[in-house]
T-cell receptor, first 112, second 113 residues
Framework: KAGVTQTPRYLIKTRGQQVTLSCSPI?????VSWYQQTPGQGLQFLFEYFSETQRNKGNFPGRFSGRQFSNSRSEMNVSTLELGDSALYLC???????????FGPGTRLTVT | AQSVTQPDIHITVSEGASLELRCNYS??????LFWYVQSPGQGLQLLLKYFSGDTLVQGIKGFEAEFKRSQSSFNLRKPSVHWSDAAEYFC???????????FGQGTRLTINP
């Protein structure tokens, strides 16, 4: 099976802009989670979607949002970008409540 | 709140030597525990997991981990490291339902030839 894919892999944006990141889960996986990884804060949970519904959300401002489509693909959006949003954004997919999550390679976002 | 502590930020070992990476967690109920590895520029790869049962779990790449409830620990071990094991290792606890993982800060492993 193909692994989790994330597009784009690298992105450079300017403060105040918005950005959309995409994640395609492993075939058959209906749960998609998003994490932010920074040198200072480490890996932090953003949100999780299952069957197009957000089931859990981390402690991030409302500028961070996401959605999931009927084919389980997911997108996350960050509006009004700040310098501190520069990070590696990781997507993970899993099977319902199995708890095993498989991570994609991430999208490296740089905000200038 | 759930938390994970990895006391060692950076560890250096010689190739062929044994390895132990420490992980302590804080969680009220029986935890789901994981170890992941991340190579530079890559995503996270699951090494092993503990849900219940036998407290010594085997993973991929020759790694094992032992769950000790009395010490709230889940230390990762490998009897003989290879140069390709150089990476960053993350311990995580599954907490709060719906596939939310809480990660430790990570331990960077360097291998001396």
């Amino acid at each position: 099976k193909a692994g989790v894919t994330q597009t784009p892999r690298y992105l450079i944006k300017t403060r105040g802009q918005q950005v959309t990141l995409s994640c395609s889960p492993i075939s058959g996986h209906r749960s998609v989670s998003w994490y932010q990884q920074t040198p200072g804060q480490g890996l932090q949970f953003l949100f999780e979607y299952f069957s197009e519904t957000q089931r859990n959300k981390g402690n991030f401002p409302g500028r961070f949002s996401g959605r999931q489509f009927s084919n389980s693909r997911s997108e996350m959006n960050v509006s009004t970008l700040e310098l501190g949003d520069s990070a590696l954004y990781l997507c993970a997919s899993g099977v319902a409540e199995a708890w095993e999550q498989y991570f994609g390679p991430g999208t490296r976002l740089t905000v200038t | 709140a759930q938390s994970v502590t990895q006391p060692d930020i950076h560890i250096t070992v010689s190739e062929g030597a044994s390895l132990e990476l420490r992980c302590n967690y804080s969680y009220g109920a029986t935890p789901y525990l994981f170890w992941y590895v991340q190579s530079p520029g890559q995503g996270l790869q699951l090494l092993l997991k503990y849900f219940s049962g036998d407290t010594l779990v085997q993973g991929i790449k020759g790694f094992e981990a032992e769950f000790k409830r009395s010490q709230s620990s889940f230390n990762l071990r490998k009897p003989s490291v290879h140069w390709s094991d150089a990476a960053e290792y993350f311990c995580a606890v599954g907490a709060g339902g719906a596939q939310k993982l809480v990660f430790g800060q990570g331990t960077r492993l360097t291998i001396n030839p």
